[in-house]
């Protein structure tokens, strides 16, 4: 008993060479295995043991950061034969002809391989760890899904990490749920750049009582 996989499966294993143009060697492992067919083993099996055919790939390839690659593509044509026909009367010999009818179709797949290496920096980590959010990720500047942003442990201000309600502010007032929210989204703000010299925080929390807050 045995795991099939069965589709296009990629390995890569990268390795910077530094430089000032960021080159990275990439060592690539390219399988395709795709099922034809089915082999009965007994006549109580159903199922039937997968027939694959395995295509592989080993290579070794040179990218720049944030550029992409094309490592190649696989192109897939094959013939499908399809017979209609009527019980019996198909089966005659010359008048059988009337009753059957043979149907081929061509198909043709064609699956290119792309890769986008991204270099990133100890600082930039938590930022753009993802390849949506980060800002190479698209070349005409429309960067796919950068509304969204998955939320951090550090990313929260204003909650008691223990008992999970809101702190006690500077002023001995316990935040609300609302001033949660707003020191969250304004620590997350800051925390990705997104307002150059941001300093909303200090003015919500009056300054140098920032620092005092021990959860932060």
């Known amino acids: 008993v045995g795991t099939v996989y069965s589709g296009i499966t990629l390995h890569i294993r990268p390795r910077i060479t530094g430089g000032e143009d960021d080159r990275i060697a990439l060592q690539l492992e390219v399988m395709d295995n795709q099922i034809v ?60 002809d009337l009753f059957r009818r043979k149907v081929t179709q061509k198909e043709r797949r064609e699956v290119i391989i792309v890769v986008t290496p991204h270099i990133l920096s100890e600082e930039g980590i938590d930022a753009s760890a993802t390849p949506k959010e980060s800002m190479h990720f698209d070349t005409f500047d429309s960067v796919l899904f950068n509304d969204r942003h998955i939320l951090k442990g550090g990313d929260v201000l204003g909650l008691d990490p223990v008992n999970s ?52």
């Not at 702190?167 to 609300?176: E, H, L, M, S, V």
């Open 37 to 96: 067919g089915r082999q009965r083993v007994f006549e109580t099996d159903l199922a039937g043991i997968p027939e694959v055919i395995k295509r592989q790939y080993i290579g070794e390839c040179v990218a720049h950061n944030h550029r992409p690659i094309i490592l190649g593509g696989r192109i897939q044509e094959q013939e499908i034969d399809t017979v209609n026909k009527i019980p019996f009367i198909s089966d005659i010999p010359y008048l059988g």
């Open 165 to 216: 309600v809101p702190a006690i502010g500077p002023d001995g007032k316990r935040f609300t749920e609302a001033d949660v929210v707003d020191l969250t989204l304004l620590n997350i703000v800051k925390r990705r750049q997104l307002v150059t010299k941001l300093e909303l925080l200090k003015d919500y929390l009056g300054g140098e009582e920032l620092s005092k807050l021990t959860w932060m």
